[in-house]
Each structure stands twice: as C-alpha cells, then as structure tokens.
Nanobody
C-alpha cells in the first residue's frame, strides 16, 4: 500500500512558477507509475502528467506540455510537478496518484492510491 501527501500549493500570480511535491510512504513506491491530476471547482478531474517507475518515461496532457514537468526521486520516495507560466485557469486542487500496473496512463480510474490534494490558486 502507498500513502501519498501533496504539498507546495499556494496563491501565485499569473506568469509565476510553483513546484508541487508528493511524498509517498511504502517500500514498493519505486515500482509504481505516478501521475498528477487536478480538479477545478465544478469540473471533472483532469490528467496532467505521468511518469513510469524508473522516471525515464513521461507523458503529458496537451494542455500543459511544455509548461509542466513531472519528475521523481525514488531514493526519497518523492514525485514532483514543476509548473511554469501559470495561468488563472490552472487554479485547482492538485492531486498525485500511484498506479500499480506502472503503465503511466491518463485514466484516473486506473490509479490505485490518491493523495488528499493541494490547492493552487493563480491570480490574474
């Protein structure tokens, strides 16, 4: 089992940057693919990025590719999401998730464990 805790969300001005962190517990963390999602108020959960177990494979939603970067440090049981050039429409609760099959997919239903989320608010 994997327990996930996100951090790093805060209020930031448009054009700014943030790095979100996701701390994972569990000795099998390095065998999981990890993903980042977000959910804005009144909207469905949206896939942002995924990374395979080794960190060598990444996959992004078209809406964030080039602005967001996912990475992981298996030695520290951490996953990160670097977000640049933030826009007001990036305002949402951001979640990290772990997927046992290690496929790094975009379907949230394929993920087995979720964190509680961290709020990102981008002001114009």
């Amino acid at each position: 089992q994997v327990h996930l805790v996100e951090s790093g969300g805060r209020l930031v001005q448009a054009g700014g940057s943030l790095r979100l962190s996701c701390a994972a517990s569990g000795r099998t963390f390095s065998s999981y693919a990890m993903g980042w999602f977000r959910q804005a108020l009144g909207k469905e959960r949206e896939f942002l990025a995924a990374i395979n177990w080794s960190g060598e494979g990444t996959f992004y939603a078209g809406s964030v590719e080039g602005r967001f970067t996912i990475s992981r440090d298996n030695a520290k049981n951490m996953v990160y999401l670097r977000m640049n050039d933030l826009k007001p429409e990036d305002t949402a609760v951001y979640y990290c998730a772990a997927e046992k099959a290690s496929l790094g997919v975009s379907d949230p239903d394929k993920y087995d464990y979720w964190g509680q989320g961290t709020q990102v608010t981008v002001s114009s």
